[in-house]
């Protein structure tokens, strides 16, 4: 079982930057592949972002590419979600999610039924 906790979201302007965490329980933290997405006001849940168990690879939505940088602590048991050039779209509740892989390459998980865990969601907002 894992337990995921986000924090760090919060208000900003058009062109600011924020740091997302997400918070690990268990000790097998770094046998998971972790991704983040995103979910608007009447819009359905989507992929932001997702980093292999080592943190070697990553990949991004093509609306958060270059601006949005996905990493990971295995010591710390802890995710990364830095946000540059914020923009009004942006705004959203953050959720982090973790899926199982073992020590295997595979990583590119992008739909949210392939994840194991969630956390409850930080809230992001943008103004303009």
């Known amino acids: 079982q894992v337990q995921l906790v986000e924090s760090g979201g919060g208000l900003v302007q058009a062109g600011g930057s924020l740091r997302l965490s997400c918070a690990a329980s268990?000790?097998?933290?770094?046998?998971?592949?972790m991704g983040w997405f995103r979910q608007a006001p009447a819009k359905e849940r989507e992929f932001v972002a997702v980093?292999?168990?080592?943190?070697?690879?990553?990949a991004y939505a093509d609306s958060v590419k270059g601006r949005f940088t996905i990493s990971r602590d295995n010591a710390k048991n802890t995710e990364y979600l830095q946000m540059n050039s914020l923009k009004p779209d942006d705004t959203a509740v953050y959720y982090c999610?973790?899926?199982?892989?073992?020590?295997?390459?595979?990583?590119?998980?992008?739909?949210?039924?392939?994840?194991?865990?969630w956390g409850q969601g930080t809230q992001v907002t943008v103004s303009s």
């Open positions: 268990g000790r097998t933290f770094s046998s998971y592949a």
């Open positions: 999610a973790a899926r199982r892989t073992g020590y295997s390459g595979t990583y590119y998980y992008t739909k949210d039924h392939e994840y194991d865990y």
């Open positions: 980093i292999s168990w080592s943190g070697e690879s990553t």
